[in-house]
């Protein structure tokens, strides 16, 4: 079992000091250790937060799947293979609300850089580098190694609804959620590898070599990316379903992962992730025919 999801399973119930904090900034008095119903409550939402949730006690009793011992080797021929995306179908629920054209990023933002092989070997899409806004190194020693990529799942946040899409505010998000992850689920980074904002930029989260933490058991071999936002309650916008399928096109071509490897995360566990508003579009995607 991945070592993360051990120490998921194993996370105590005792409200620590660490939860504490973050009660606080949920805006809970949390002068007393005691735990309160409503603590109890906020802690409970607290364990939905920055991240798609599964059923743990079901996914453990499941058997683990088995996987080819030859992982396919990445391709150097990407960046003269790939087209950039084409466009996606027209939606067939109602359409998002007009979407305010994308910020200019702030002034103290630097040009971000590929900060690995990975997103270097290829040129779209842009991927902004981890460097450019996370907070915390990988915990080297609460991750495993990737071995190898043969599948692509794909994920919402399932927190709060995100209409947000400039810089400072999302990478104040990111940030929230690798503290999260990092500090209160025990996890060795981010979750997932990618994160894809409202406004379609790609933030590069878990470094690649690294397995995620997003499908419980299954993270081997399996690059997570994420799509900000709560797609129960919201829709996707066009420019952030565009950026993720060229994403996982890009990563098809690069990894050579067919696209029956490519899914979402409630066709491999017992979750809503990654929503109702979110997943037919991700399944149109995937029969498209654009992809792969
Ligand atoms: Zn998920």
């Known amino acids: 079992m991945n070592r993360e999801v051990i120490l998921f399973l194993q996370v105590p119930t005792v409200f620590t000091a660490a939860d504490a904090k973050i009660s ?11 735990l309160t119903r409503r603590q109890m409550l906020l802690a409970s939402l607290g364990a939905l937060a920055a991240g798609c949730s599964e059923a743990p006690l079901i996914v453990q009793q499941r058997p683990r799947p088995s996987w080819p011992t030859q992982m396919p080797q990445p ?24 979407y305010p054209p994308t910020p200019q990023p702030a002034p103290t933002f630097t040009t ?11 040129n779209s899409p842009n991927i902004i580098s981890r ?7 990988t915990n ?33 998000r990111l940030q929230h959620i690798q503290r999260f992850h990092m500090k209160e689920r025990g996890w060795g980074d981010v979750g997932y590898h990618y994160i894809i904002d409202r ?22 071999h ?19 379903l565009a950026s993720a399928q060229s994403m996982v096109g890009s990563i098809m ?25 979110l997943q037919p579009r991700l399944v149109a995607m995937r029969q498209s025919g654009y992809l792969g």
């Open 199 to 220: 406004a379609g930029r790609v933030w590069e989260a878990r470094p690649l070599k690294y397995q995620g933490a997003h499908v419980a058991d299954q993270n081997e």
């Open 131 to 137: 460097s450019s806004w996370a907070k915390m190194s």
């Open 222 to 240: 399996n690059v997570g990316i994420m799509l900000l936002g709560n797609f129960e309650k919201q829709s996707p916008s066009n420019i952030q």
């Open 112 to 122: 971000p850089k590929p900060s690995s092989s990975y997103a270097s070997s290829y």
């Open 75 to 98: 391709r150097h021929d990407y960046t003269t293979s790939y087209q950039s995306y084409k466009p996606l179908p027209q939606p067939t629920q109602p359409a998002t609300p007009t």
């Open 253 to 277: 071509s690069q990894y050579r992962v067919p696209v029956h490897r490519v899914y979402t995360h409630q066709e491999l566990k017992p979750t809503q992730c990654p929503g109702r508003f």
């Open 140 to 172: 080297t020693s609460r991750v495993d190694a990737m071995n190898g990529i043969n599948r692509i799942t794909l994920h919402h946040e399932g927190w709060h609804t995100v209409n947000f899409t400039d810089m400072n505010t999302t990478m104040e």
């Open 24 to 34: 606080r900034e949920l805006n809970v008095e949390s002068s007393s250790r005691k």
